[in-house]
């Protein structure tokens, strides 16, 4: 069976911007509000939400990301092609 899991992010283009999200996130900032005003990607919109993927259908260290780091914790910066990612995983299985 494949490994599916469930994920918000926060895409930027510095890696200091990523940074400063995360110092937010640990201060008590809510990681939907900065999705929407920060993240480049589309699903910034809906609070950086991905929504149910397996593993192997994001890029890999994305993935390996997302099937390795703490639930619930935001985690990053994690660089790929897109940029810096800041990532929450809310199940994986």
């Not at 899991?5 to 510095?14: D, E, G, N």
């Not at 110092?23 to 149910?52: I, R, V, Y």
């Not at 390795?68 to 929450?88: D, N, R």
Request: net charge positive.
């Amino acid at each position: 069976m494949a490994k599916t899991a469930a994920a918000l992010h926060i895409l930027v283009k510095q890696k200091a911007q990523a940074e400063k999200l995360l110092a937010d996130l640990e201060q008590g900032a809510h990681f939907q509000t900065l999705a929407k005003k920060n993240s480049t990607c589309p699903s910034g919109k809906q609070g950086g939400d991905l929504g149910e993927f397996r593993r192997g259908q994001m890029v890999p260290a994305f993935d390996k990301a997302v099937f390795s780091c703490p639930l619930l914790t935001p985690y990053g910066p994690v660089k790929t092609a897109f940029g810096y990612h800041i990532i929450k995983v809310l199940w994986r299985n």
